[in-house]
Each structure stands twice: as C-alpha cells, then as structure tokens.
C-alpha cells in the first residue's frame, strides 16, 4: 500500500469493517464526490482484487448503502468458500503436461488427425 492512501485514510477514512481474509474497509467522512461517498479497501498482505469477497464488493461498488452485517457475512448452505485468483502464483493450476510439472504427457491415442490444408 502506498504511503498515500495510508495518509489519507488515517486523515479522512472511518473503519466500516473487516473481512475474514483481514482486509478493511474505509469511507470517507466527510466530503461526498458527485453525490457519494468514496469506499475504499487496505488489503492485508499483497493488494489483490480478487482477495475482496462478494458481499463485500457489492459494497465498495455501491451496490448497497449499508454496509456488511455480520448476518450477511454468513455463506449459505450452497455456497463455496470464497478462494482468490492464484494465477501467477506457485498455487496456480497447471495441468499434468505443463512445463512446470515436467512437461510429460500421455502420448496421442491415434483418435486424433491433424488438419493439412488441401494443395
């Protein structure tokens, strides 16, 4: 995070909430830009979008007025839990022939005929 925006959040930003990945949510206290508030999150660890859960981005979005509620925090019963982006990181997913996983595949079947344009 840049010092910045830690400046101006200890200036101009009021706590709203945190998440269960220990990101905060910041508005501003006091001036409105065109008609709103500004929302703004501190990520903990590494800025990372995806980091932000769903019912949290409806609120920095302006989807919602009111902020999270412990109750709307809870996953229902169908839901997943929610996991952020890993592409770029080790964790990403490679599949069994990927470079990084030795580059060994299973060889080609022979159902499979590769397209040659007609001379």
């Known amino acids: 995070m840049i010092l910045g925006t830690r400046f101006m959040t200890w200036l101009k930003g009021e706590l709203v909430g945190t998440d269960e990945f220990g990101n905060r949510y910041y508005r501003s206290k006091g001036k409105r830009l ?25 609120w920095l979005h302006h989807t919602t007025d009111r ?11 169908w839901q997943k839990a929610h996991a952020p982006n890993m592409t770029g990181t080790d964790d990403a997913y490679r599949p069994s022939g990927h470079d990084y996983k030795g580059g060994k ?15």
């Open 34 to 58: 065109q008609g709103r508030e500004r929302r703004w999150v501190i990520y903990r660890g590494r800025a990372e979008a995806s980091t932000v859960p769903p019912e949290w981005h409806v």
């Open 105 to 119: 595949r299973a060889q080609a079947t022979g159902d499979y005929e590769a397209w040659t344009p007609d001379s």
């Open 67 to 77: 902020p999270l509620t412990e109750e709307a925090a809870q996953a229902k019963a």
